[in-house]
């Protein structure tokens, strides 16, 4: 039970995480690079490093405090 409410919590914060990562990191290695395709892909990579810290980080916390 506890672990599941951490994996909701992990996947919601996950998701906002890679979010904001897609378009920090984006925005600014547009600056960098004269074609959208590079940018795009590293910004992605981004967003998927992002969402598993943040949903694995939720997920080990969830299976320490379980009962």
């Known amino acids: 039970m506890v672990l599941q409410l951490f994996i ?3 996947a919601t914060f996950g998701f906002l995480a890679a979010l904001m990562a897609y ?3 984006y ?3 547009m600056h960098h690079y004269p074609t959208k395709k590079e940018p795009r892909k590293m910004a992605m990579e981004a967003a998927i490093f992002a ?3 943040f949903f694995l ?3 080990f916390v969830g299976l320490f405090f379980r009962p």
């Open 57 to 59: 980080i939720s997920v």
């Open 23 to 25: 378009l920090i990191t």
């Open 51 to 53: 969402f598993l810290v």
């Open 8 to 10: 909701v919590i992990g």
């Open 27 to 29: 925005n600014e290695y």
